[in-house]
């Protein structure tokens, strides 16, 4: 099997100058980029330090590094008030979290049938996908928890081992190797919650589309294709990452060649997806695009990109 990938990104390119400007229908336009805006809702689409002379001064500023959790609670519990008012925050951003997870959940297959079967609706893919987008919602939102609480026991980790050799084993010493090697293994981490996180998106959710399956069967069928073309799937995380670079170096060109004019619109919510549709388009044809190469099972699009497609915008 040969698994290309910059002829899907040539097809997908194809795919989406079809789709939105041959004809152009800018009600077709609207209504896909909602789609669009609501699956990309969770999408996120060291700085400086001084130096003091003197080990002293060094081993100070280490010292109070390692004692910024302690110390952080100390300061919330002299501070009722802080402490009440960041609860709140929290619970309000907590609560804002998972619905933003759940319109996104439902929005990812919205747009995944705008793209795949090239038409403009909204409430048909919101009420035949609900199965499919309320289960991706709940594996997404668990996935969350997991992460957020990997993160923390990180850092619970980091703070404690980092005061214990300051402290005990090699007292006044900044552990050197010990930061080193969590840096790396959160750089891992990160590596590892990303491509979970595109595989979910990119992969598994277009497997629930098609075969009407729950993220978890989707899953089931999706890792032995992985585990039989892992390489091919880890290298296309490469290609993605640079594509995505390539797209923020791209617009944010744009912007400074309109004199930030552009970006007036593109901070406004729905307008700037709206705007910046091909783009998102492209991308979302592109993962469709390299999935199908490993077989019809896993091919989206009723026929294959041709010099015209259907052009069919309903609302």
């Not at 004692?67 to 002299?78: A, C, T, V």
């Not at 930030?260 to 783009?279: E, F, K, M, Q, R």
Request: glycine share 8%.
């Amino acid at each position: 099997m040969n698994i290309l990938y910059f002829e899907p990104l040539g097809r997908a390119w194809t795919r989406m100058k079809l789709a939105l400007f041959k004809p152009f229908d800018l009600h077709k336009w609207f209504i896909v980029g909602f789609n669009a805006f609501l699956a990309g809702l969770l999408a996120g689409h060291g700085g400086g330090s001084g130096s003091r002379a003197g080990g002293r001064g060094d081993d100070l500023s280490f010292n109070e590094f390692v004692r910024l959790p302690h110390r952080g609670w100390e300061w919330l519990m002299d501070n009722p008030g802080w402490f009440i008012g960041i609860l709140f925050a929290l619970s309000f951003l907590i609560c804002l979290g998972v619905a933003l997870h759940w319109v996104s959940s439902r929005g990812t297959f919205m747009f995944i049938d705008s793209v795949a079967l090239n038409r403009a609706e909204i409430a048909k893919p919101w009420r035949e996908k609900s199965r499919e987008g309320n289960s991706l919602f709940v594996w997404r939102l668990v996935f969350s928890v997991v992460t957020f609480a990997g993160i923390i026991l990180f850092l619970a980790v980091f703070f404690n081992g980092a005061s214990y050799l300051y402290h005990t084993v090699h007292p006044g010493q900044v552990p050197l190797l010990f930061i080193v090697f969590m840096v790396l293994v959160f750089l891992i981490f990160l590596v590892m919650v990303g491509y979970i996180s595109l595989f979910l998106t990119e992969f598994v959710a277009p497997l629930q589309f098609k075969h009407g399956l729950t993220t978890t069967q989707a899953w089931s069928r999706f890792l032995p294709l992985f585990r039989k073309h892992a390489f091919h799937f880890i290298l296309f995380g490469f290609v993605w990452f640079i594509l995505n670079f390539a797209v923020v170096m791209a617009i944010i060109f744009g912007v400074m060649m309109t004199c930030c004019i552009g970006l007036l619109i593109l901070i406004i919510p729905y307008i700037g997806t709206v705007a910046t549709l091909p783009i998102w388009y492209t991308l979302r044809a592109y993962t469709l695009e390299y999935l199908a190469q490993f077989g019809p099972e896993y091919d989206l699009f009723p026929e294959p990109v041709a010099d015209e497609l259907p052009a069919a915008a309903e609302a």
